[in-house]
């Protein structure tokens, strides 16, 4: 379960705020309850581990996608975690429709937006930055309707507070971090909130320097398998890994998809199907 620091925004933003309640992270599909057990009796019942079904296959993989899966499996092997030799490979460098670099600094200043707000910044502050960035043209629809709400519930609080995971493959994508978190380590929030709150709409803006499309299938790609380990784990009412904590790999899958622009899916309805 996480938490973020209840204050971590008014610090951020130098304003006096009272105390908060802290607020729980969401329940999402990655942590989403297995099916019930079998019925208990005399003699136990052992059931056959159930693999999760996969997306649709890539014949005639390129040796460039094969290299990426690859590389992939070894570092979870070296981290302990399950894979799945028959998972298809991601797209390659020639077939991804990675975003636009000023589309990527427009996601991370809306994600940085919503996640404060979802941790509990007052309306009124929420509301500063947004006009201090322009970013109203850079919500999605659902942040939209989220920034609009003056009582937003603990639940619609939670998700939005986990885009600080979004935001944080964002700035490492825009060259601003040399490198992701591993898959078990929560951002520092208060981190990446400053990173770009101090530098500003126009530094922000001009200083990022998107990363090669081929990094970010590499990344892609692995957290892809990430993903399916949690989806197995939880499907076979396992543990998941101990490297892998599932609600950071399905926001940075979420991310990730959305970077390389999988199925050209808006924001709101990227997939991160395994």
Same mark, same amino acid.
């Given at each position: 379960?996480?938490?973020?620091?209840?204050?971590?925004?008014?610090?951020?933003?130098?304003?006096?705020?009272?105390?908060?309640?802290?607020?729980?992270?969401?329940?999402?599909?990655?942590?989403?309850?297995?099916?019930?057990?079998?019925?208990?009796?005399?003699?136990?019942?052992?059931?056959?581990?159930?693999?999760?079904?996969?997306?649709?296959?890539?014949?005639?993989?390129?040796?460039?996608?094969?290299?990426?899966?690859?590389?992939?499996?070894?570092?979870?092997?070296?981290?302990?975690?399950?894979?799945?030799?028959?998972?298809?490979?991601?797209?390659?460098?020639?077939?991804?429709?990675?975003?636009?670099?000023?589309?990527?600094?427009?996601?991370?200043?809306?994600?940085?937006?919503?996640?404060?707000?979802?941790?509990?910044?007052?309306?009124?502050?929420?509301?500063?930055?947004?006009?201090?960035?322009?970013?109203?043209?850079?919500?999605?629809?659902?942040?939209?309707?989220?920034?609009?709400?003056?009582?937003?519930?603990?639940?619609?609080?939670?998700?939005?507070?986990?885009?600080?995971?979004?935001?944080?493959?964002?700035?490492?994508? %825009?060259?601003?971090?040399? #490198? =992701?978190?591993? @898959? /078990?380590?929560? +951002?520092?929030?208060?981190?990446?909130?400053?990173?770009?709150?101090?530098?500003?709409?126009?530094?922000?803006?001009?200083?990022?320097? %998107?990363?090669?499309?081929? #990094? =970010?299938?590499? @990344? /892609?790609?692995? +957290?892809?398998?990430?993903?399916?380990?949690?989806?197995?784990?939880?499907?076979?009412?396992?543990?998941?890994?101990?490297?892998?904590?599932?609600?950071?790999?399905? #926001?940075?899958?979420? @991310?990730?998809?959305?970077?390389?622009?999988?199925?050209?899916?808006?924001?709101?309805?990227?997939?991160?199907?395994?």
């Amino acid at each position: 379960m996480r938490f973020f620091l209840a204050l971590l925004s008014c610090a951020v933003f130098s304003i006096g705020c009272g105390s908060k309640k802290e607020t729980p992270a969401p329940e999402s599909t990655s942590a989403s309850r297995a099916d019930e057990a079998p019925t208990a009796s005399s003699t136990p019942m052992k059931t056959k581990p159930r693999t999760p079904p996969l997306p649709p296959s890539r014949p005639n993989p390129t040796p460039e996608a094969l290299e990426r899966k690859a590389r992939s499996e070894r570092i979870l092997r070296e981290l302990g975690v399950p894979i799945l030799a028959e998972l298809p490979v991601v797209d390659t460098a020639a077939e991804a429709k990675p975003r636009a670099q000023e589309a990527v600094v427009d996601r991370a200043i809306a994600l940085m937006l919503v996640a404060v707000k979802g941790e509990g910044l007052e309306q009124e502050h929420v509301d500063r930055q947004l006009k201090k960035f322009s970013a109203q043209p850079f919500l999605s629809p659902e942040e939209v309707a989220f920034i609009a709400q003056l009582k937003p519930t603990q639940l619609e609080r939670a998700k939005f507070g986990w885009r600080y995971e979004c935001l944080s493959v964002m700035t490492w994508a %825009l060259g601003y971090d040399a #490198e =992701l978190n591993p @898959a /078990n380590t929560i +951002v520092d929030a208060g981190r990446v909130v400053r990173l770009v709150l101090d530098k500003g709409p126009a530094d922000f803006r001009s200083g990022a320097k %998107l990363r090669p499309v081929s #990094e =970010l299938l590499d @990344a /892609n790609d692995l +957290v892809y398998r990430m993903n399916w380990a949690c989806v197995n784990a939880r499907v076979n009412g396992q543990p998941a890994p101990p490297a892998l904590d599932c609600e950071i790999v399905l #926001e940075r899958h979420h @991310a990730l998809n959305w970077l390389i622009g999988y199925q050209g899916q808006a924001w709101d309805d990227v997939s991160t199907d395994t």
